[in-house]
């Protein structure tokens, strides 16, 4: 589209298999890292000097999520460089913040393409930008939009008045479960050398080593990290606001504790009390790692709460995992 400042891109807000394709990718957590768009001024339809300026970030899922929406409306897109970050982390790292912003909208030269001089932001944008100091660097006034993207179109029609569940930060549990493959797809080379490990030590014995051992001791171990997975990793964040207490490391150990003592009962008939005990207690600190690792993906906790609660579980669940060697790799010997 000509404008002032020369020619700017005009998006589709359809997406195109080939987007669809590479979200399902990048939610598995393959090129999450680069997964990003040319910061910069785009727009949808055909927008004048009079339409709204809505701000975002250029990690692509964020892009497309907002394009997507605004099938219905003419409005200018205002690229900031988040370096493929979404916007409410890149706003906790100050790189969605005022300078990023005052300075997208001088590169772009956004003054000579819209006659009014206000901004839409995304509210989850709100704690890396300052509105005032916005308007002092560039002279654009900041509007806080919606926490949703499919809210814009909505905030945009009522005169950019938000209503509550605008402003409601949810987490349900389909959110949750978007956030679980990505999760697991980080465990995928740290889980074949732990798997390896277990095989390898379940063959310590009397006599050395033993190959029949380690198959039958390294399956039982194998089964019991692949549990402590699948509680901390996917029945946490599934089960979050039905399982007790506010810290995320006590949430996995419950679940694992549960799941590790099935575990156990699954082989008891092959495992000594020993092996037993040392199967619930790495199940245990696997899970309970895992859950409090996904603190990160949520918006329950805060930057220090998330420090603190490491500094306190993390010591108490390598405690429990080395406990949990120690018995296993002596179990045969005694």
Known sequence: MDTP??????VRTRLLARDRLQTATVRMGYGRYDYKVVPGLYCVGTPTSDSPVIVTGNYKLTFDAVRRELSDLDAWLLVADTRG???????GKDLFSTDEVAYSVTRTRLAEVVAHRRLILPQLGATGVAGHAVRRQCGFSVLWGPVRAAD????????????????????????????????????????GLTLLAAFLLSGIGPGIFSPGAAWARGLAAACATLAGIAAGGVAVPLLLPRLPWQSFAPKGAL????????NALLFAQTLGLLESAALILWTTATASYLAMNFTGSTPYTSPTGVELEM???????????????????AAPLI
């Not at 679940?255 to 099935?262: D, M, Q």
């Open 152 to 191: 814009l179109p909505a905030f945009i029609q009522s005169g950019n008045t938000p209503d509550e569940a605008m402003r409601t930060v949810t987490f349900t549990l389909r959110e949750r479960a978007e956030l679980i493959p990505v999760e697991l797809f980080i465990l995928g080379k740290p889980l």
């Open 5 to 10: 400042v020369g020619p700017v891109p005009r």
């Open 85 to 91: 970050i979404n916007i409410w982390c890149a706003a």
């Open 255 to 262: 679940v694992g504790v549960a799941t590790g003592a099935l």
């Open 311 to 329: 500094r306190r579980a993390i010591p108490i669940q390598a405690g429990a995992a080395l406990c949990a060697l120690i018995l296993w790799i």
